[in-house]
């Protein structure tokens, strides 16, 4: 139980700091990625860093896709969710985090384009 | 941008990313995470010093670096990884307009590079099994 939340908590954390970064701080979606993998490594234990970095992701995307606070909130509690529920499928194969991302933005655009 | 700079460029990004993760032992995560950050701020820096186009460089390498967070069962040596950071510079090549500013594109070019591989992989160790080590097509 306590894992899952610190999944959440890094999720939503990642989402929006990465967000953040690349908008409001100008940086761009690379290095906004590469800062939060950086200290996701440095902070949290592997597993939890996996976890940020691909909630990372999702936070890479563009103001069009993810427009405000809200959304990230959404985005990142969507990724949280699909990392706990997938957590042994495609493991091993390089890009399962970002496809999990991707899925994970489109579907909280949906719900933000319903809601928002 | 020239397409062999491309591919040069996600060669490299891939093989640093697997070579990180692997070689020197430290995850997947730190080896994309420094692949990332790295062409991230060489080639955003070699923008603003006036060099055009170099941004898009960046966004090949970090594809690469997420496809070289491949576990070893599935790519087991560099030469194998070298054809998957090929696969991944063409794919980019050829999805540039496609699902642009979804958060997750990069990463799903990947994970279809690698899926590609090892589609490849498993299609040549049936048909030619010699072709690879007897540990090669144990995945």
Same mark, same amino acid.
């Given at each position: 139980?306590?894992?899952k ?87 091993g ?24 | 941008? %020239?397409?062999? +700079? +491309? +591919? ?11 070579? +990180? ?30 060099v ?20 070893? !069962?599935?790519?087991n ?16 090549i050829?999805?540039? %307009? ?22 490849? !992989? ?9 072709f ?8």
């Amino acid at each position: 139980m306590n894992k899952k939340v610190a999944i959440m908590a890094c999720s939503v954390v990642s989402v929006y700091l990465t967000w953040f970064i690349n908008h409001n701080l100008g940086l761009g979606s690379i290095i906004a990625n590469g800062i939060v993998g950086l200290i996701a490594i440095l902070t949290l234990p592997k597993d939890l860093a996996g976890v940020s970095y691909t909630a990372s992701f999702v936070g890479m995307s563009s103001m069009v896709v993810v427009p405000s606070i809200l959304a990230t909130l959404i985005a990142g509690v969507l990724v949280g969710s699909i990392i706990i529920l997938t957590p042994t499928i495609y493991a091993g194969v390089g890009g399962k985090g970002g496809t999990t991302a991707a899925v994970s933005t489109i579907i909280s655009r949906l719900i933000y384009s319903i809601i928002g | 941008m %020239n397409t062999i +700079i +491309i +591919i040069l460029v996600a060669i490299i990004g891939g093989i640093v990313a697997y070579y +990180i993760s692997h070689d020197l032992g430290k995850g997947p995560v730190v080896g994309s995470t420094i692949v990332t950050l790295g062409s991230g701020l060489i080639f955003t820096g070699l923008e603003y010093l006036g060099v055009p186009g170099t941004v898009e460089l960046a966004i090949v390498a970090t594809t690469a670096g997420y496809a070289g967070m491949v576990s070893k !069962k599935y790519v087991n040596n560099m030469t194998q990884m070298v054809v998957v950071s090929i696969i991944s510079g063409v794919l980019y090549i050829l999805s540039t %307009n496609l699902f642009v500013g979804i958060g997750g594109r990069l990463g799903t070019i990947a994970a279809v590079s690698c899926f590609a591989f090892i589609g490849l !992989k498993r299609l040549i160790c049936y048909k030619i099994p010699s072709f690879f080590e007897r540990d090669d097509c144990s995945f």
